[in-house]
Protein backbone atom coordinates (compact mmCIF):
# COMPACT_ATOMS: atom_id res chain seq x y z
CA UNK A 1 0.00 0.00 0.00
CA UNK A 2 1.12 3.31 -0.96
CA UNK A 3 1.19 6.36 1.65
CA UNK A 4 -1.43 8.41 -0.82
CA UNK A 5 -3.41 5.20 -0.39
CA UNK A 6 -3.04 4.78 3.41
CA UNK A 7 -3.79 8.49 3.90
CA UNK A 8 -6.85 8.33 1.88
CA UNK A 9 -7.85 5.50 3.93
CA UNK A 10 -7.14 7.06 7.25
CA UNK A 11 -8.92 10.30 6.15
CA UNK A 12 -12.61 8.50 5.55
CA UNK A 13 -11.92 7.00 9.02
CA UNK A 14 -13.75 8.68 11.82
CA UNK A 15 -12.02 9.45 15.30
CA UNK A 16 -13.39 6.46 17.12
CA UNK A 17 -12.28 3.83 14.52
CA UNK A 18 -9.19 5.38 13.86
CA UNK A 19 -8.04 5.48 17.96
CA UNK A 20 -9.43 1.75 17.84
CA UNK A 21 -6.80 1.17 14.78
CA UNK A 22 -3.87 2.65 16.80
CA UNK A 23 -4.97 0.77 19.85
CA UNK A 24 -4.91 -2.61 18.02
CA UNK A 25 -1.47 -1.82 16.40
CA UNK A 26 -0.06 -0.76 19.76
CA UNK A 27 -1.43 -4.56 21.46
CA UNK A 28 -0.21 -6.29 18.12
CA UNK A 29 3.08 -4.96 17.23
CA UNK A 30 6.11 -4.39 19.81
CA UNK A 31 7.63 -2.09 17.79
CA UNK A 32 4.77 0.77 17.91
CA UNK A 33 4.34 0.03 21.69
CA UNK A 34 8.18 0.52 21.62
CA UNK A 35 7.86 3.61 19.85
CA UNK A 36 4.71 4.90 21.43
CA UNK A 37 5.94 4.36 24.83
CA UNK A 38 9.37 6.30 24.13
CA UNK A 39 7.27 9.13 22.42
CA UNK A 40 5.14 9.77 25.99
CA UNK A 41 7.42 8.85 27.66
CA UNK A 42 11.20 9.24 26.55
CA UNK A 43 13.79 8.10 29.70
CA UNK A 44 16.58 8.67 26.99
CA UNK A 45 18.96 8.67 29.99
CA UNK A 46 17.60 5.17 31.27
CA UNK A 47 17.85 3.98 27.93
CA UNK A 48 21.37 5.01 27.28
CA UNK A 49 22.23 3.27 30.76
CA UNK A 50 20.80 0.14 29.85
CA UNK A 51 22.47 -0.03 26.61
CA UNK A 52 26.07 0.55 28.24
CA UNK A 53 25.40 -2.14 30.91
CA UNK A 54 24.82 -4.56 27.88
CA UNK A 55 27.76 -3.85 25.91
CA UNK A 56 29.78 -3.47 28.94
CA UNK A 57 28.42 -7.34 30.17
CA UNK A 58 29.22 -8.30 26.19
CA UNK A 59 33.00 -7.76 27.17
CA UNK A 60 33.14 -8.26 31.16
CA UNK A 61 30.12 -10.18 31.73
CA UNK A 62 29.59 -10.72 35.48
CA UNK A 63 27.26 -13.82 34.89
CA UNK A 64 29.27 -15.73 32.42
CA UNK A 65 32.64 -16.68 32.28
CA UNK A 66 33.52 -16.09 28.90
CA UNK A 67 32.89 -12.42 27.00
CA UNK A 68 31.28 -12.90 23.56
CA UNK A 69 32.39 -9.31 22.86
CA UNK A 70 29.83 -8.73 20.10
CA UNK A 71 30.25 -5.58 18.13
CA UNK A 72 26.36 -6.42 16.72
CA UNK A 73 25.18 -6.01 20.59
CA UNK A 74 26.13 -2.26 20.59
CA UNK A 75 24.94 -1.52 16.86
CA UNK A 76 21.32 -3.02 17.60
CA UNK A 77 21.03 -0.37 20.73
CA UNK A 78 22.45 2.30 18.32
CA UNK A 79 20.35 1.83 15.11
CA UNK A 80 17.49 1.44 17.84
CA UNK A 81 18.40 4.88 18.90
CA UNK A 82 18.41 6.31 15.73
CA UNK A 83 14.75 5.10 15.01
CA UNK A 84 13.34 6.01 17.67
CA UNK A 85 14.45 9.58 17.31
CA UNK A 86 17.02 9.50 20.66
CA UNK A 87 18.89 12.80 20.60
CA UNK A 88 21.99 12.34 18.73
CA UNK A 89 24.39 13.37 21.45
CA UNK A 90 23.37 10.63 23.38
CA UNK A 91 23.72 8.43 20.49
CA UNK A 92 27.61 9.38 20.13
CA UNK A 93 27.90 8.69 23.65
CA UNK A 94 26.93 5.42 23.23
CA UNK A 95 29.22 4.60 20.26
CA UNK A 96 32.28 5.97 21.71
CA UNK A 97 31.56 4.03 25.17
CA UNK A 98 31.61 0.81 23.08
CA UNK A 99 34.87 1.93 21.22
CA UNK A 100 36.43 2.77 24.75
CA UNK A 101 34.93 -0.61 26.67
CA UNK A 102 36.12 -2.12 23.31
CA UNK A 103 39.51 -0.82 23.90
CA UNK A 104 39.81 -1.99 27.72
CA UNK A 105 38.93 -5.33 26.59
CA UNK A 106 41.38 -5.96 23.91
CA UNK A 107 44.28 -4.18 25.82
CA UNK A 108 43.48 -7.28 28.22
CA UNK A 109 43.28 -10.05 25.91
CA UNK A 110 44.46 -11.60 22.78
CA UNK A 111 41.50 -10.51 20.03
CA UNK A 112 41.09 -11.88 16.39
CA UNK A 113 41.76 -9.78 13.54
CA UNK A 114 38.45 -9.63 12.68
CA UNK A 115 37.90 -7.49 15.70
CA UNK A 116 40.17 -4.96 15.02
CA UNK A 117 38.24 -4.33 11.76
CA UNK A 118 34.64 -4.47 13.26
CA UNK A 119 35.33 -1.46 15.50
CA UNK A 120 37.35 0.36 12.75
CA UNK A 121 33.64 0.03 11.21
CA UNK A 122 32.59 1.11 14.50
CA UNK A 123 34.98 3.96 13.96
CA UNK A 124 34.30 4.93 10.52
CA UNK A 125 30.32 4.80 11.53
CA UNK A 126 31.01 7.22 14.83
CA UNK A 127 33.29 9.71 12.65
CA UNK A 128 30.21 9.97 10.39
CA UNK A 129 27.76 10.39 12.56
CA UNK A 130 29.17 13.23 15.06
CA UNK A 131 30.07 14.86 11.70
CA UNK A 132 26.83 14.83 10.11
CA UNK A 133 25.19 16.23 13.67
CA UNK A 134 27.97 18.66 14.50
CA UNK A 135 28.78 17.40 17.26
CA UNK A 136 32.61 17.62 17.16
CA UNK A 137 32.78 19.88 19.96
CA UNK A 138 30.93 18.45 22.49
CA UNK A 139 33.39 14.80 21.75
CA UNK A 140 36.26 15.65 20.00
CA UNK A 141 38.47 15.29 23.40
CA UNK A 142 36.93 11.05 23.75
CA UNK A 143 37.35 10.81 20.21
CA UNK A 144 40.84 11.86 19.62
CA UNK A 145 41.73 9.62 23.21
CA UNK A 146 40.17 6.39 21.02
CA UNK A 147 42.12 7.53 17.70
CA UNK A 148 45.17 7.80 20.12
CA UNK A 149 44.68 4.23 22.09
CA UNK A 150 44.71 2.76 18.64
CA UNK A 151 47.90 4.22 17.81
CA UNK A 152 49.35 3.33 20.97
CA UNK A 153 48.20 -0.08 21.60
CA UNK A 154 49.55 -0.51 18.05
CA UNK A 155 45.70 -1.96 16.65
CA UNK A 156 45.59 -3.29 12.97
CA UNK A 157 44.44 -1.07 10.18
CA UNK A 158 46.16 2.23 11.96
CA UNK A 159 45.75 4.06 8.63
CA UNK A 160 42.49 3.27 8.22
CA UNK A 161 41.47 4.66 11.39
CA UNK A 162 43.78 7.69 10.50
CA UNK A 163 41.35 8.46 7.31
CA UNK A 164 38.00 7.50 9.47
CA UNK A 165 39.35 10.43 11.73
CA UNK A 166 39.64 12.77 8.51
CA UNK A 167 36.13 12.72 7.94
CA UNK A 168 35.90 15.15 10.71
CA UNK A 169 38.11 18.15 8.57
Do not use: C
Amino acid sequence: MSKRALKSYLSDLNKSELQEQIIELYDKFPAVKTYYDFAFNPKEDKLVQEAKTKISNEYFPLKRKRPKARRSVAQKYIKHFIKLGVAPNLVADVMLYNLEIAQTFASERNVPDAFYKSMLNSFVEMTTFISQNNLLSEYKERLIQVYERTQSDNWLYMEDFSRALDILD
